[in-house]
């Protein structure tokens, strides 16, 4: 079993930037991709992120290509997901979630709790 973590979220100002975490415990290794999911209120969860283990591969929702950047520090068992230029519309909460086996697509066997993130206009 993997444990995630997520954390970071918060309140921000439209055009503000944000990073949120996700560590990985348990029985952790760092032959997973890594992916970040959103839900907004009344809407499906869509996926925001993904990255291989070693880290040598980014896929994004099309739309959030040059505000989000995915990351991890395998040494960390942590991905990051840096938000830049904050708009009211990415209010979300943002989960976390690592496949054993696949990057694209991106399923998740394991998920976290998720962290609620806020965009003010």
């Known amino acids: 079993q993997v444990q995630l973590v997520e954390s970071g979220g918060g309140l921000v100002e439209a055009g503000g930037s944000l990073r949120i975490s996700c560590t990985a415990s348990?029985?952790?290794?760092?032959?997973?991709?890594m992916a970040w999911f959103r839900q907004a209120p009344g809407k499906e969860r869509e996926l925001v992120a993904a990255?291989?283990?070693?880290?040598?591969?980014?896929r994004y929702e099309y739309s959030l290509k040059g505000r989000f950047t995915i990351s991890r520090d395998n040494a960390k068992n942590t991905v990051y997901l840096q938000m830049n230029s904050l708009k009211p519309e990415d209010t979300a909460i943002y989960y976390c979630?690592?496949?054993?086996?696949?990057?694209?697509?991106?399923?998740?066997?394991?998920w976290g709790q998720g962290t609620q993130v806020t965009v003010s206009s």
């Open positions: 990255i291989t283990w070693r880290g040598e591969r980014t």
């Open positions: 348990g029985r952790t290794s760092s032959d997973y991709a």
């Open positions: 979630a690592a496949d054993r086996t696949q990057y694209d697509p991106f399923y998740g066997d394991y």
